[in-house]
């Protein structure tokens, strides 16, 4: 879905087009932070586009497609790092469509039906990253335990700073909230499904990558300078906390569609 050109985390932008001809469909754009599309076992992309950019409604407008990764003018341009991790062999990359040419049988539920299928999968992808972070950031907490008592600063042991402890404290709890709150979302999801949940998936979206990226910020503080490397997994676990705050939406999306949904709720 992403895409360099356009603000994607309006997926009504998209600029990619699919056009259909005869029993083919062109596909031409450019997208980049493309998942897993360097990887060698990977043999195809659902690339979204525009097949209807004239449609009076912006959420039919779009398509999807299943394009394999080896159809000529479908080009792996680069692998794209974050903070500078490149998330070997997985990655994310820039990839080009120049006049890829598909069977139209390759199109996903039918013209128009791209926007419905995006929306269906990433409610449920946002918790899947609150998941993740949560146990990147209980990981963290886990190292910044055993640093503490191992580890002598000023003739007493890291543990003996109340400093340290109270940062300690502080992150359990943290991390407890946003448990709590994660497992709320996913029963709502399988109780209503995600459309009806989106209130509370907006909410685990906006808060818990915020404190994974909090609580493993103190976890490297405490391991000094080797929390900055890889000696550690903080680092990488930081990176990713970072970067979940543009995935699947950015912050400031979810906040105001839930801020929205919220005044409706109680003021309508």
């Known amino acids: 879905m ?9 997926a009504t932008n998209v600029r990619t ?3 259909r001809d005869g029993d083919a469909y062109v596909i031409n754009g450019r997208k980049w932070f493309i998942t897993n599309a360097p990887y060698e076992r990977t043999k195809i992309f659902i690339v979204m586009g525009k097949s209807d950019p004239e449609n009076a409604n912006r959420h039919l407008q779009q398509s999807q497609i299943l394009v394999p990764k080896d159809t000529p003018g479908v080009t792996v341009v680069r692998p794209l790092t974050t903070l500078g991790y490149d998330d070997a062999p997985l990655g994310h990359a820039e990839v080009h469509f120049d006049d890829v040419r598909v069977p139209a049988d390759n199109i996903l539920l039918g013209e128009g039906c791209g926007f419905e299928i995006a929306q269906g999968r990433l409610g449920p992808g946002r918790i899947h990253h609150c998941m993740r972070l949560i146990g990147s950031a209980q990981r963290a907490l886990e190292f910044a335990c055993r640093r503490s008592v191992s580890r002598e600063t000023f003739g007493r042991k890291l543990a003996d700073h109340q400093s340290v402890l109270e940062d300690i404290a502080k992150s359990f709890g943290e991390i407890e909230q946003a448990r709590l709150l994660t497992l709320k979302t996913a029963r709502k ?17 906006i808060t818990v990558p915020m404190m994974a990226q909090t609580v493993i910020d ?3 503080q405490m391991h000094g300078a080797g929390g900055l490397t890889a000696d550690y997994p903080m680092a990488e676990a930081y990176n990713y906390a970072r970067w979940c705050r543009q995935a699947d939406g950015p912050d400031q999306v979810h906040m105001m569609a839930l801020g929205k949904q919220i005044v409706r709720r109680y003021a309508g």
Do not use: F, H
């Open 189 to 205: 999801i399988d109780e209503v499904g995600a459309k009806d949940a989106r209130d509370l998936i907006a909410a685990s979206k």
């Open 218 to 220: 103190r976890c490297m």
């Open 2 to 10: 992403t895409e360099p050109d356009v603000a994607s985390s309006d």
């Open 17 to 19: 087009s699919i056009q």
